[in-house]
């Protein structure tokens, strides 16, 4: 088998949010966290923590939302300075 995208999941601290997951993604959801103990020695790991880990991946990779975060914060930047001027 070759190696899942998620490695160890970091500790961090939580913000809480509700979720409703379709049950066919639950259950996908608890196949890989399964399989994710499995690749890196761990008795088990959480679903809920992998979520986050997952999410946080799919953000850091998807090109035009780093994009639009980019040009967001550089007119933020510059509304910041014109109103010190």
């Known amino acids: 088998m ?3 995208r998620l490695g160890s999941i970091p500790d961090d601290r939580p913000v809480k949010r509700n979720v409703l997951l379709p049950a066919a993604l639950d259950k996908d959801l608890k196949i890989y966290a399964d399989l994710l103990a499995m690749e890196t020695g ?5 679903v ?7 999410l946080e991946r799919f953000i850091h990779t998807d ?11 550089l007119v933020d930047k510059s509304k910041r300075e014109a109103s010190l001027s």
């Open 48 to 54: 809920e923590k992998i979520i986050p880990a997952m």
């Open 42 to 46: 761990q008795t088990a790991v959480a």
């Open 63 to 73: 090109r035009e939302f780093l994009k639009a975060r980019r040009t967001k914060r």
């Open 2 to 4: 070759g190696s899942l």
